[in-house]
């Protein structure tokens, strides 16, 4: 299986701020690739690049087997690109934008209407809409249509479910399932830890440096080691007493609970013992189940060290 998608040594900086710090990886044909971490991560500078829209500093951005920077005129009609914010134009109709991409493309919305009809036919019941009275959720569909409408084998989504309700996103998520039986690659990024799960390999980056790249089974293989949950009535007393103990590496808070980090040393019992000669009396430790975001938090922290 080749690859779609190459970065090698990519930095990108926006005066004294970078952006991108030799940033590299790989992208297989047909797989669905996410790149995960938080706002001012690095990730729309990357899409930019990727797109052709921005030039690196240094380093080289290889897609389709074209280079970003020589052969951008030609990599633009390859590629469906599908931009954090919304970007169509809010005064034309459903219609009208899928019809002006089409055209901008030079094809037929009729000849590629296969493709798009999942994700379309919500939109398809009123075509006259203006795009901008649109849901965050229908916005989102439509800007996905148009991104698809040429038919591109690489489909580029920069933080595509940012700013949409819970269920948008599970249907977001379904919609682009459904690319996969087309051959399409697919690039998406988020900073929702939890979907890290639906790609095939995720690149986990923080302030422009790519800490780690697997699959999301490999990636938590192990985190379960030592690592509990932790619950009282006094989450922000807890949160401060395990803190204060040899035997926890970390503590941090994670939903409704507290993740601890115990070293080998830590027994359960005896740590709740100590907190309640904190006046901590009511605690509740319990094995916990590492996720992507325990590992982001582990990696961030020993880069901070």
């Given at each position: 299986?080749?690859?779609v998608?190459?970065?090698?040594?990519?930095?990108?900086a926006?005066?004294?701020?970078?952006?991108?710090?030799?940033?590299?990886f790989s992208v297989?044909e047909?797989?669905?690739?996410?790149?995960?971490?938080?706002?001012?991560a690095g990730?729309?500078?990357l899409y930019?690049?990727l797109?052709?829209?921005l030039v690196?500093?240094?380093?080289?951005?290889?897609?389709?087997g074209?280079d970003?920077?020589?052969d951008?005129?030609?990599?633009r009609r390859q590629?469906?690109?599908?931009?954090?914010?919304?970007s169509?134009?809010?005064?034309?109709?459903?219609?009208?934008n899928l019809?002006?991409?089409?055209?901008?493309?030079g094809?037929s919305v009729k000849?590629?209407y296969d493709?798009?009809a999942p994700?379309?036919s919500?939109?398809a019941k009123?075509?006259?809409r203006?795009a901008?009275?649109l849901?965050g959720?229908?916005?989102q569909?439509l800007a996905?249509?148009?991104?698809?409408?040429?038919r591109?084998?690489?489909?580029?989504?920069?933080?595509?479910?940012?700013?949409?309700?819970?269920v948008s996103r599970?249907?977001?998520?379904?919609?682009?399932?459904?690319l996969?039986?087309y051959?399409?690659?697919?690039?998406?990024?988020?900073s929702?830890?939890?979907?890290a799960?639906l790609?095939d390999?995720?690149?986990?980056?923080?302030?422009?440096?790519i800490?780690?790249?697997?699959?999301p089974?490999?990636?938590?293989?192990?985190l379960d080691?030592n690592?509990?949950n932790?619950?009282?009535?006094?989450?922000?007393?807890?949160?401060a007493g395990?803190?204060?103990?040899p035997?926890?590496i970390?503590?941090?808070?994670f939903?409704?609970?507290?993740?601890?980090?115990?070293?080998?040393?830590?027994?359960a019992?005896?740590?709740?013992r100590?907190l309640?000669t904190q006046?901590?009396?009511?605690v509740?430790i319990?094995?916990?189940?590492?996720?992507i975001?325990d590992?982001?938090?582990?990696l961030?922290?020993n880069d901070?060290?």
């Amino acid at each position: 299986m080749s690859n779609v998608v190459e970065v090698t040594d990519v930095s990108k900086a926006y005066g004294a701020i970078q952006a991108l710090d030799k940033v590299s990886f790989s992208v297989k044909e047909g797989e669905m690739f996410g790149l995960i971490g938080p706002d001012g991560a690095g990730k729309s500078t990357l899409y930019r690049l990727l797109s052709t829209l921005l030039v690196p500093d240094s380093g080289k951005l290889t897609v389709l087997g074209m280079d970003t920077v020589k052969d951008y005129r030609a990599l633009r009609r390859q590629i469906g690109y599908m931009p954090e914010r919304f970007s169509l134009y809010p005064d034309l109709s459903i219609a009208e934008n899928l019809n002006f991409f089409a055209d901008l493309f030079g094809v037929s919305v009729k000849d590629n209407y296969d493709l798009i009809a999942p994700i379309f036919s919500q939109l398809a019941k009123f075509p006259n809409r203006p795009a901008g009275k649109l849901s965050g959720g229908m916005k989102q569909k439509l800007a996905l249509s148009c991104a698809l409408i040429h038919r591109p084998p690489l489909l580029l989504l920069d933080e595509p479910t940012t700013g949409v309700d819970a269920v948008s996103r599970s249907e977001f998520w379904d919609m682009l399932a459904g690319l996969r039986k087309y051959g399409i690659t697919i690039l998406v990024s988020t900073s929702y830890m939890d979907e890290a799960t639906l790609c095939d390999r995720i690149a986990m980056i923080d302030h422009g440096k790519i800490l780690r790249t697997d699959t999301p089974e490999r990636l938590v293989a192990g985190l379960d080691e030592n690592l509990y949950n932790a619950v009282s009535a006094n989450m922000f007393r807890l949160l401060a007493g395990l803190r204060s103990l040899p035997e926890v590496i970390d503590c941090y808070t994670f939903g409704a609970t507290l993740h601890v980090v115990g070293a080998e040393s830590f027994k359960a019992d005896e740590v709740k013992r100590k907190l309640a000669t904190q006046g901590i009396d009511d605690v509740n430790i319990y094995p916990a189940k590492g996720v992507i975001e325990d590992l982001f938090i582990k990696l961030t922290r020993n880069d901070q060290e």
